[in-house]
């Protein structure tokens, strides 16, 4: 039997149905904001695949050190932030960078600033959400970190695993494989079957896609079982815009054997990050840094506080 939609004519009708409309329209107008960490080596494409996902540019006034400059480097957080609208969305985006990571000749504990850092948001939240003023709460909490893994050697670095370790009880870990021209598809399939493995065998969780609901269409749940066979992503970045034909024209990189398209699945992963990160999970990505991260972070901090002696201790510091 097929129902009829309620009227506000109808005696039945009490209005409730229009409440995500209200939600909708209210979110539009408020905005939304997301942050994302991009760590990794250099050399691997971070700056210009985040360019390519966000159609922006970010780094244009970034100054590469040489080989030289770089030895005594140290890593560093670079907040770049950028107001994306599109259709009347506007998105607040922050994008964390790490330069410097894992570029010295001594990496022992490079990672510690990248985790005190993302502590650092979680402490910050937590204040102004304990606070008086709390209508006005910025939101600095990292809701992803892309993780950018060398398309050389085989599998996992040390470095890879320690830093994973690290931080993968604080934030959401999308790990992908920069510069994925360079291997061949079979070299693809392989290298991210060994890094599963070694993400399985040393305990690291990174982020976990939810499952579909029933209500779902067929279309949308092989996407996202799809992605979920994908990860991690490997990815290509390019500002550059090819012309083949007057009808073709697109992003991608010319080399003397051929041109890979950034945005051609056949080609790389590229579509199926963005369309994860943007399209489908970004609100999910957020859902569980505050309900699972920043949940785990606030009991740790009230259990802290409630400990015998807490008190005394915080009240003569």
């Known amino acids: 039997m097929q129902l009829q939609k309620p009227t506000q004519g109808d005696k039945d009708y009490v209005g409730f149905a229009t409440l995500p409309t209200q939600v909708h329209r209210k979110s539009v107008k408020k905005g939304f904001d997301f942050t994302l960490m991009v760590a990794g080596e250099s050399g691997l494409g971070k700056s210009t695949l985040v360019n390519s996902l966000f159609l922006t540019d970010l780094y244009k006034d970034r100054i590469?050190?040489?080989a030289q400059g770089r030895i005594p480097q140290t890593?560093?957080?670079v907040k770049h932030a950028v107001d994306i609208e599109e259709r009347g969305v506007k998105v607040k985006l922050t994008v964390i960078d790490t330069p410097?990571?894992?570029?010295a000749v001594d990496n022992t504990e490079c990672w510690k600033p990248i985790a005190h850092y993302i502590d650092s948001q979680f402490e910050q939240y937590f204040r102004d959400e304990s606070g008086l003023d709390r209508k006005n709460i910025q939101d600095g909490r990292v809701h992803c970190c892309l993780y950018v893994l060398s398309p050389f050697g085989h599998g996992?670095?040390?470095l890879d695993i320690v830093f994973l370790r690290a931080i993968h009880g604080k934030v959401n870990i999308v790990p992908v494989i920069g510069k994925a021209d360079s291997l061949t598809p079979t070299e693809v399939k392989h290298k991210k079957e060994?890094?599963?493995?070694e993400l399985e065998e040393n305990g690291i969780n990174i982020y976990e896609f939810p499952d579909c609901d029933s209500d779902e269409d067929e279309e949308f749940k092989a996407q996202d079982a799809e992605m979920k066979q994908s990860i991690p992503f490997a990815v290509i970045g390019s500002s550059q815009v090819v012309m083949e034909s007057k009808d073709k024209v697109f992003?991608?990189?010319q080399y003397p054997w051929g041109t890979v398209e950034v945005e051609n699945a056949a080609h790389c992963d590229f579509l199926?990050?963005?369309?994860?990160?943007?399209?489908t999970h970004m609100q999910d990505l957020k859902d569980v840094t505050h309900e699972v991260h920043y949940e785990n972070y606030r009991a740790q901090c009230i259990q802290s506080l409630t400990r015998p002696g807490a008190r005394d201790r915080s009240s003569r510091a």
Not at 100 to 103: L, T
């Open 64 to 66: 590469l050190p040489d």
């Open 75 to 77: 890593l560093e957080i």
């Open 100 to 103: 410097g990571f894992g570029d």
């Open 156 to 158: 996992l670095r040390p």
């Open 194 to 197: 060994k890094i599963r493995q």
């Open 251 to 253: 992003r991608g990189r």
């Open 272 to 279: 199926k990050l963005r369309n994860m990160l943007i399209q």
